[in-house]
């Protein structure tokens, strides 16, 4: 059961319904010495369903594409080009980056929940959970009056539902303040209050970084069991490979604010098509297989305001040519459905399936 | 720890007061009360032995009086002014300051001096009620209004309105209590004629009598209001600066941010997650500042003649009235502890990760 979603049939078909679609994206953050290119042109979708990884390094710019997609940029970053559009179930296109602040904050939880990478900071510390789920609850229920009603009963009844799904004892957790849960219950009730309003789409960024190792390990079953439940459409954001293997359907990998690559899970895996990628993969133990030499990736993420010219990944690149070096390759069609800015893809991928095959 | 110490059956060999006193430690609210009258005490004796030390001695001046202006023979005037005073000047220092302890836990505070007979615990009562109306209705005001300026610069970070009421509020958070006081006296009373401040004295006016009457509640705010306003101007800075640092602080907080993720309307995130949380510290701030205020006005109420607490005291330093300085500072003393330890049960309910379950 180590992937999971690809056995289950969870592939790319061409009837399935886009939730999500993000085009041409660039996000900057205003800082003293230029601007800082955090999110340089992403374009990738969400089908329903499905779940997307966004991997990369830290400063590779994923949390400002999640934190992009839910409008909750800080004040500095200003959101340069590109939209956001989101599809209700009733087929309706939300156009996020053009929402008024109403229709915004309508359009969050309710159809997009993120739950964030500090479990142990995001609920409120003077009240009970039981008042958050009803906070959220009022916050949504009464401005739309379709969901339900905002009876008392009601939000108790949908909460407990949500709290038990991610496997706390409802009856106390309701009652205790956020100090008296651990890191990975406070993680679970996040999950549960993202869940709490039954939205399209969840965005977990990083939901296990502030964990301990077993911790973890128990949000990612809780996570894998909700996925088999509900049926939602997750943007996992990670650094963590092995992670992103056991939910994901597909990968995206960013480098330097871009999409790099996007694969099938299996074929990032087994067959990835670009170097930042492979050096990813050679960079953390594999379970199967023959043990390899463990190789870091040569270098450091490079400056976000002075970026290097053509692909920004060639300094540290063992491909990298003079073509590398003036010109930065766009997403390049490889496969059905995949995608890797790399001009030397097919040397790359050679290389990879000469090297395991070995 | 304490469930450890619960949980294990702890052989205990000790004699019962050893074990009494353990008690007495491992209960919270019990060693804070003790803590609080020991407090009380200590004011009391420094206090009783303190003004004692200040130069010109009513008692001698008074005894002086009789020998000199009535020919009262010394002896006679010494047990005159003993019964008067109720304390017996042959005794040594710690022997009066033991009976007037002893007295004092019964609640006798003596009887004052310059207006011969009356208890202190009577002056006491008179006037302690209008500085504690006052004063608190002064602080309530400024912590309100100071919170709500403080969350509005905040959420202004850097606009003009934020630049004028930070500015402003470090100007009024330095000028001292009796300078604005001065400065309404002369300036608004004296100058402009905007306030009559002679009608103003006082904490009624005359044939006014204390009901539950909208006449009398009009009448009791309409003498207080220039204390109030003085103490309001003179604290209203410090509230600003603080909640608005706080609201900062509280409006980086990941839990906001959440906030903001829910969908939650931006007037219950600054009441229920920004603001609450962001009051919290100042809560703390608030019991200190009591202490402040109440020794502030010794001379605010002077300044504006409001017979309260405070003008009694300077009225009877200035006359060397031993028991009724004596009592009133332990009387102020006494309020402010407990205020503290009131405010401490309420922060409690405020913030619910400092409740107590029998230890600090």
Redesign the interface.
């Known amino acids: 059961m180590s992937i999971p979603a690809t056995e289950t049939g969870l592939r790319e078909t061409p009837e399935r319904e886009t939730v999500l679609a993000v085009k041409d994206l660039e996000v900057g953050y205003l800082a003293k010495r230029g601007i800082v290119h955090a999110v340089r042109g992403v374009t990738f979708d969400l089908k329903e369903g499905e779940t997307v990884a966004l991997i990369g390094e830290s400063g590779s710019g994923k949390t400002t594409l999640g934190l992009a997609l839910?409008r909750?940029l800080p004040g500095s970053a200003r959101v340069t080009n590109g939209e956001i559009l989101f599809y209700t179930e009733s087929g309706e296109e939300i156009p996020v980056t053009k929402l008024n602040?109403e229709q915004l904050?309508?359009?969050?939880?309710?159809e997009c929940?993120?739950v964030?990478q500090?479990a142990l900071?995001?609920?409120?510390?003077?009240?009970r959970i039981r008042d958050h789920f009803k906070?959220?609850w009022k916050?949504?229920v009464r401005a739309n009056g379709s969901k339900g009603d905002a009876s008392e009963r009601n939000v108790t009844a949908r909460a407990m539902e949500a709290l038990r799904l991610v496997q706390l004892d409802a009856e106390r957790v309701m009652r205790a303040?956020p100090?008296e849960l651990s890191g990975g219950m406070r993680q679970r009730v996040?999950i549960a209050?993202g869940l709490l309003l039954r939205p399209r789409v969840l965005i977990l960024d990083e939901p296990t970084t502030a964990l301990d190792v077993i911790t973890q390990r128990a949000i990612i079953e809780v996570i894998r069991d909700l996925r088999k439940k509900l049926s939602f459409s997750m943007i996992f954001i990670s650094h963590d490979l092995s992670l992103a293997a056991e939910l994901a359907d597909r990968v995206v990998t960013m480098y330097a604010g871009r999409v790099v690559e996007i694969a099938d899970i299996k074929d990032a895996f087994y067959h990835p098509r670009h170097p930042y990628t492979v050096g990813l993969l050679r960079s953390v133990p594999t379970l199967v297989g023959d043990r390899q030499e463990l190789a870091s990736i040569p270098g450091s993420p490079p400056d976000m305001i002075d970026l290097p010219s053509g692909c920004k990944f060639h300094p540290r690149c063992p491909y990298a040519t003079d073509k590398c070096r003036m010109e930065e390759p766009p997403l390049i069609e490889v496969g059905p459905g995949r995608g890797s800015a790399c001009w030397h893809w097919e040397k790359v991928g050679a290389d990879w399936e000469a090297g395991t095959n070995e | 720890m304490a469930v450890l110490e619960q949980g294990q059956v702890v052989p205990e060999p000790q004699v019962g007061f050893l074990v009494i006193a353990k008690r007495v430690v491992r209960n919270y609210w019990l060693l804070r009360i003790l803590r609080a009258l020991f407090t009380v005490w200590l004011v009391a004796t420094l206090t009783f032995f303190l003004i004692r030390l200040m130069p010109g001695n009513p008692v001698e001046v008074y005894v002086q009086n009789l020998v000199t202006q009535q020919g009262v023979p010394y002896p006679q005037a010494l047990q005159l002014a003993a019964s008067l005073y109720n304390i017996n000047l042959d005794e040594p220092l710690w022997q009066q300051y033991f009976s007037y302890m002893g007295a004092m836990v019964h609640g006798d505070m003596g009887t004052s001096i310059i207006q011969q007979g009356v208890p202190v615990m009577q002056i006491v009562l008179t006037f302690l009620p209008w500085t504690l109306f006052s004063v608190g209705l002064g602080l309530i005001i400024s912590f309100l209004l100071g919170m709500l300026l403080g969350i509005f610069a905040a959420y202004r970070r850097e606009s003009v309105f934020d630049h004028f009421v930070t500015n402003f509020s470090s100007l009024l958070h330095a000028i001292p209590n009796y300078i604005i006081a001065i400065l309404i006296l002369v300036y608004a009373g004296v100058q402009w004629h905007i306030i009559d401040i002679t009608a103003m004295r006082g904490t009624l006016s005359p044939g006014v009598q204390p009901s539950l009457s909208l006449g009398f509640v009009k009448d009791a705010l309409y003498h207080a209001a220039l204390p109030i306003a003085t103490y309001v101007i003179t604290t209203i800075g410090g509230w600003i600066l603080a909640m608005r640092a706080s609201t900062e602080s509280t409006l980086g907080?990941?839990?906001v941010?959440?906030?903001?993720?829910?969908?939650?309307?931006?007037r219950?995130i600054a009441l229920?997650?920004v603001g609450?949380?962001a009051a919290?510290p100042l809560f703390t701030q608030l019991t200190l500042s009591l202490a402040f205020a109440v020794g502030g006005s010794i001379l605010i109420e002077t300044i504006f003649v409001y017979q309260g607490l405070g003008l009694t005291l300077q009225n009877s330093i200035n006359q060397r009235d031993y028991p009724v300085m004596q009592g009133i500072l332990v009387i102020i003393t006494a309020v402010v502890v407990f205020a503290n330890l009131i405010a401490d049960v309420l922060y409690g309910f405020?913030?619910?990760?400092v409740r107590v379950q029998g230890k600090e």
Do not use: C
């Not at chain 1, 900071?121 to 009240?127: D, E, F, G, S």
């Not at chain 2, 405020?350 to 990760?353: E, Q, S, T, V």
């Open positions: 839910v909750l602040d904050r309508r359009f969050r939880w309710q929940a993120m964030f500090s900071n995001a609920l409120n510390p003077v009240m906070d959220t916050a949504h303040f100090h996040m209050l | 907080e990941d839990y941010t959440v906030a903001k993720a829910r969908g939650l309307r931006e219950r229920a997650y609450r949380n919290l405020i913030d619910p990760r």
